[in-house]
């Protein structure tokens, strides 16, 4: 299971977002005009229907597994947890997610001729989800950094996530918001 999941996040990471390291934090454009021609560009519809939103969710749903398993190894509440984890799927996870935020979360509207009105609608600055997400990511940041810091390439990759973040001028401000990060 981790090595499909280690591929699939690799897969989904090289995909979907430029590498925040080498690149403008960007969508890449050919999935935009992609996406606008197989959801409808229009904005209509439902997120279910829209890869560009959707493709991110079993990322979000394993580093909450993730998070529950290393909290209850911490705690104390059941040791055996902790086998269910692997920090190298836990590193290429946050890297993954690290590519998806700055380049899905708050996304630069002015980068863009033309982005998803339902991708803005979910994570865009003014979007019903984005501070949840951002929020989620930052509390999964402190799990790896405070509660997991015996693997320290997971805690070096969460610390150059929040960098990364600190330097995105549409994430920056929201990020002292995040209860998560009080």
């Not at 699939?8 to 090289?14: A, E, H, P, T, V």
């Not at 997610?97 to 339902?118: C, D, T």
Request: net charge negative; glycine share 4%; aromatic share 12%.
């Amino acid at each position: 299971l981790h090595e499909k999941l280690f591929w699939l996040f690799q897969f989904l990471g090289y995909t979907l977002a430029d590498d925040p390291k080498e690149q403008q934090m960007r969508i890449p454009n050919i999935l935009i005009a992609n996406n606008e021609n197989t959801s409808g560009g229009d904005g209509s519809g439902d997120d279910e229907h829209d890869i560009l939103v959707t493709s991110i969710y079993p990322l979000f749903e394993w580093i909450e597994f993730e998070n529950e398993c290393i909290e209850a190894y911490v705690d104390g509440e059941q040791p055996v947890m902790i086998e269910l984890l692997s920090p190298l799927l836990a590193e290429t996870a946050i890297s993954m997610l690290s590519r998806w935020a700055n380049s899905y979360l708050m996304p630069n509207v002015l980068y863009y001729e033309h982005i998803s009105k339902k991708l803005l609608r979910c994570f865009g600055a003014e979007g019903t989800n984005a501070a949840k997400t951002l929020n989620m990511i930052i509390h999964k940041c402190y799990v790896n950094i405070f509660k997991w810091r015996q693997e320290q390439n997971v805690v070096h990759t969460s610390l150059e996530m929040l960098e990364s973040f600190i330097k995105h001028s549409s994430i920056r401000p929201h990020l002292f918001q995040c209860p998560a990060f009080n």
